[in-house]
């Protein structure tokens, strides 16, 4: 059987954090009743004139700048003509001919090292609205919610050679978006869709085979799935002797295959006109500038800022930086924390270890991210503080961290409400400790006799019988103490 090569290009549609659609002023905001968010224009309604939305237009410029595009100076509208229920004007505004942004390219980590991946152009439309096929109805209805809402389509070049290479870019660029704050990247309510264009060839062949296109997939499992699955279609299709035929199809999560679901268009299929409502978009190198200075640091540069700055692990930068929320509230509580006295990398540290495990542990049972924490960054600084200056134990610490995300009460308040404080006192420690070494007689014989590992054991009682509140430090120093006297 033959070796084929698989070859993948992608388009992304990115939807704009705009408060207002693309050219009129109806609302963006997700899962409100159907058609509440409309008027005559998004409805497309005769006599209306569209407007453009001008904060539209500098997410995308914004874009572009990070994903090394060139932003064209003059570009245009086009009508995509085409019928769909979904879609009330019978035609999508889109860009055609002279897109926003062109030229652009990005890296991903690929095997070892990484991989350019080319992106042809970046370009501005409006979505359209959503069908809703409700069971037990006998029919669809039209939700026109989200007709309007501007898009950014990012598509690349054939670049991308497998499932992996597809989702790490996926990835990357779902981060450019969220740090630059034009997309909020949420796949699941549809922010973030994407639609692999894959073919295959025989290996070392230069000739494009013909390509499927798969729609609107909106989860980084679910891509690498149906890509997966589409090449080992397309493999056994060509192995039989059989032709791929140019076409759309969907993936089908419940069954995990992909299925039929048109012949594949091409450009003049859609008949694209420049919109006559529209007059073309003129771009100042003055704009360009002055929007090039408001650029955020992306994920990259802060996790790289992370590890250089703040001492973290790769794997700790990773974590954070994987959410801007998280890297955000990382920051905040290193700072509060090195205010209060801890040394920069000691309060980096001890927050990154607290933030990715112990809270994160937290989050994740609630279902909800670090924008949404009950845990303020500057009380995690104070329970930190706590712990690293003696006041509390580290399983106390756990126990009041639990507390605080129930609650939202801060450290101090459970520690003095509960009397949780940490006990240092050489009195106190040596009354429990004595305690212990007479329940355990047999321990403190091994001990004696040169078994050091016991000692272990016997913290722990000690640390049992203080209700967690005794300084581990001062018991082992003092049970060291008292076994060798």
Same mark, same amino acid.
């Given at each position: 059987?033959?070796?084929?090569? +698989?070859?993948?290009?992608?388009?992304?549609?990115?939807?704009?954090?705009?408060?207002?659609?693309?050219?009129?002023?109806?609302?963006?905001?997700?899962?409100?009743?159907?058609?509440?968010?409309?008027?005559?224009?998004?409805?497309? %309604?005769?006599?209306?004139?569209?407007?453009?939305?001008?904060?539209?237009?500098?997410?995308?410029?914004?874009?572009?700048?990070?994903?090394?595009?060139?932003?064209?100076?003059?570009?245009?509208?086009? =009508?995509?003509?085409?019928?769909?229920?979904?879609?009330?004007?019978?035609?999508?505004?889109?860009?055609?001919?002279?897109?926003?942004?062109?030229?652009?390219?990005?890296?991903?980590?690929?095997?070892?090292?990484?991989?350019?991946?080319?992106?042809? =152009?970046?370009?501005?439309?409006?979505?359209?609205?959503?069908?809703?096929?409700?069971?037990?109805?006998?029919?669809?209805?039209?939700?026109?919610?989200?007709?309007?809402?501007?898009?950014?389509?990012?598509?690349?070049?054939?670049?991308?050679?497998?499932?992996?290479?597809?989702?790490?870019?996926?990835?990357?660029?779902?981060?450019?978006?969220?740090?630059?704050?034009?997309?909020?990247?949420?796949? #699941?309510?549809?922010?973030?869709?994407?639609?692999?264009?894959?073919?295959?060839?025989?290996?070392?062949?230069?000739?494009?085979?013909?390509?499927?296109? %798969?729609?609107?997939?909106?989860?980084?499992?679910?891509?690498?799935?149906?890509?997966?699955?589409?090449?080992?279609?397309?493999?056994?299709?060509?192995?039989?002797?059989?032709?791929?035929?140019?076409?759309?199809?969907?993936?089908?999560?419940?069954?995990?295959?992909?299925?039929? %679901? @048109?012949?594949?268009?091409?450009?003049?299929?859609?008949?694209?006109?420049?919109?006559?409502?529209?007059?073309?978009?003129?771009?100042?190198?003055?704009?360009?500038?002055?929007?090039?200075?408001?650029?955020?640091?992306?994920?990259?540069?802060?996790?790289?800022?992370?590890?250089?700055?703040?001492?973290?692990?790769?794997?700790?930068?990773?974590?954070?930086?994987?959410?801007?929320?998280?890297?955000?509230?990382?920051?905040?509580?290193?700072?509060?924390?090195?205010?209060?006295?801890?040394?920069?990398?000691?309060?980096?540290?001890?927050?990154?270890?607290?933030?990715?495990?112990?809270? @994160?542990?937290?989050?994740?049972?609630?279902?909800?991210?670090?924008?949404?924490?009950?845990?303020?960054?500057?009380?995690?600084?104070?329970?930190?503080?706590?712990?690293?200056?003696?006041?509390?134990?580290?399983?106390?610490?756990? +126990?009041?961290?639990?507390? %605080?995300?129930?609650?939202?009460?801060?450290?101090?308040?459970?520690?003095?409400?509960?009397?949780?404080?940490?006990?240092?006192?050489?009195?106190?420690?040596?009354?429990?400790?004595?305690?212990?070494?007479?329940?355990?007689?047999?321990?403190?014989?091994?001990?004696?006799?040169?078994? #050091?590992?016991?000692?272990?054991?016997?913290?722990?009682?000690?640390?049992?019988?203080?209700?967690?509140?005794?300084?581990?430090?001062?018991?082992?120093?003092?049970?060291?103490?008292?076994?060798?006297?």
């Amino acid at each position: 059987m033959a070796a084929y090569e +698989t070859v993948i290009g992608l388009e992304v549609h990115a939807q704009l954090k705009t408060r207002s659609k693309m050219f009129c002023a109806c609302g963006t905001v997700f899962g409100l009743p159907a058609n509440t968010q409309t008027c005559p224009i998004c409805l497309g %309604m005769p006599g209306t004139l569209p407007v453009v939305n001008k904060k539209a237009i500098e997410m995308a410029i914004q874009a572009g700048l990070a994903l090394n595009c060139t932003v064209n100076s003059k570009n245009r509208f086009a =009508r995509k003509n085409y019928f769909y229920p979904d879609l009330p004007k019978g035609y999508q505004i889109s860009q055609y001919e002279l897109p926003i942004c062109e030229d652009g390219w990005v890296e991903i980590a690929a095997g070892s090292g990484t991989k350019k991946i080319r992106i042809k =152009r970046a370009h501005l439309e409006e979505d359209a609205g959503k069908n809703v096929h409700a069971t037990g109805t006998g029919g669809s209805r039209v939700d026109l919610n989200r007709a309007g809402t501007p898009l950014l389509e990012i598509v690349t070049e054939p670049d991308m050679r497998s499932a992996d290479e597809v989702v790490a870019y996926l990835k990357m660029l779902r981060d450019v978006l969220v740090y630059l704050d034009v997309c909020d990247g949420n796949m #699941e309510e549809g922010s973030l869709r994407c639609e692999p264009n894959l073919s295959l060839r025989p290996v070392g062949k230069k000739e494009f085979g013909t390509k499927v296109e %798969m729609k609107n997939i909106n989860s980084f499992k679910f891509v690498k799935d149906a890509i997966e699955y589409e090449v080992k279609r397309q493999t056994k299709v060509l192995n039989d002797g059989g032709k791929i035929h140019q076409e759309t199809r969907l993936w089908d999560t419940d069954r995990g295959e992909t299925a039929v %679901m @048109r012949s594949k268009e091409e450009a003049h299929d859609y008949r694209y006109f420049p919109d006559p409502d529209l007059v073309p978009l003129e771009i100042s190198e003055e704009w360009i500038g002055e929007l090039k200075k408001t650029l955020p640091k992306l994920a990259t540069e802060v996790h790289e800022q992370f590890i250089n700055e703040f001492g973290l692990t790769d794997y700790a930068a990773g974590v954070l930086t994987a959410d801007k929320a998280a890297a955000e509230y990382f920051v905040r509580a290193t700072a509060t924390a090195v205010e209060a006295g801890l040394p920069k990398a000691d309060g980096a540290r001890e927050i990154a270890n607290w933030a990715t495990v112990d809270l @994160r542990a937290l989050l994740n049972e609630k279902g909800i991210g670090f924008a949404d924490c009950p845990v303020k960054p500057e009380q995690l600084a104070e329970l930190v503080v706590k712990k690293h200056k003696g006041e509390i134990s580290g399983p106390i610490a756990k +126990t009041v961290l639990a507390e %605080m995300f129930s609650t939202g009460r801060s450290a101090d308040e459970i520690v003095k409400a509960k009397g949780l404080t940490q006990v240092s006192d050489e009195g106190a420690l040596a009354k429990i400790i004595d305690e212990v070494i007479a329940k355990n007689p047999q321990q403190v014989v091994q001990y004696r006799g040169g078994k #050091e590992a016991v000692l272990g054991f016997l913290v722990g009682q000690v640390m049992k019988a203080s209700g967690g509140k005794a300084n581990p430090g001062k018991v082992n120093e003092l049970l060291k103490g008292k076994l060798t006297s």
